[in-house]
């Protein structure tokens, strides 16, 4: 154990912030920190304010952590895309006339509340920069937009009467990024 309340206090204080993975590391190094301040002859109070002091603060030290979050990198990619998919969708619903198509319109505002959720859920991953915990609302935000994806895919496929050009465009990107959302939700995941 840490072997100071001081030590411990802090390291509560990052508890609170951090995966227990990265708490490990971290605490690993405060205490060794602690015991090189002991060795060089400090008494344990002295010790303990000196790592503490070296270590920095807890606060900063999780909204470090948190600014380099994958998840809050994953959710910052995911919505710096989205302009780019509108701009590849919004053409093709215009020129295949998705207005005639024959999808429920309870389906539809389905599909309209589940993307703002999605938005949102990725716009709080992504916005955290003091709270390592909210980066990880990435994983549910990017499994959202897969299923988005997905169906507006089955949408185009079963609905469409028939394919225009910009879908040639837009089919081919939101199957890219269903993939690459795909591979990085390990990632955040694990971290």
Do not use: K
Not at 35 to 41: I, S
Not at 126 to 145: C, F, K, V
Not at 148 to 166: C, E, N, Q, R, T
């Amino acid at each position: 154990m840490a072997g100071h309340a001081l030590i411990e206090q802090h390291l509560v204080a990052l508890a609170r912030g951090l995966p227990s993975a990265v708490l490990d590391e971290l605490a690993d190094g405060l205490i060794e920190t602690y015991e090189q301040h002991l060795a060089r002859g400090l008494d344990p109070a002295a010790a303990a304010e000196a790592a503490v002091a070296e270590f920095g603060d807890a606060g900063q030290i999780v909204a470090s952590f948190a600014r380099q979050a994958p998840g809050r990198r994953t959710a910052v990619t995911l919505l710096a895309t989205g302009p780019v998919f509108a701009a590849c969708w919004g053409p093709s619903l215009l020129l295949g006339h998705a207005w005639r198509w024959p999808i429920p319109v309870a389906a539809i505002i389905l599909f309209g509340l589940a993307l703002l959720g999605v938005v949102a859920t990725l716009a709080v991953a992504a916005g955290s920069r003091r709270d390592y915990h909210r980066t990880r609302l990435a994983l549910p935000g990017g499994i959202g937009l897969v299923l988005v994806d997905i169906a507006m895919l089955v949408a185009v496929l079963f609905a469409a009467p028939a394919l225009v050009w910009p879908m040639a465009v837009a089919i081919p990107a939101s199957l890219a990024r269903i993939g690459l959302t795909v591979w990085s939700m390990p990632q955040v995941l694990a971290n």
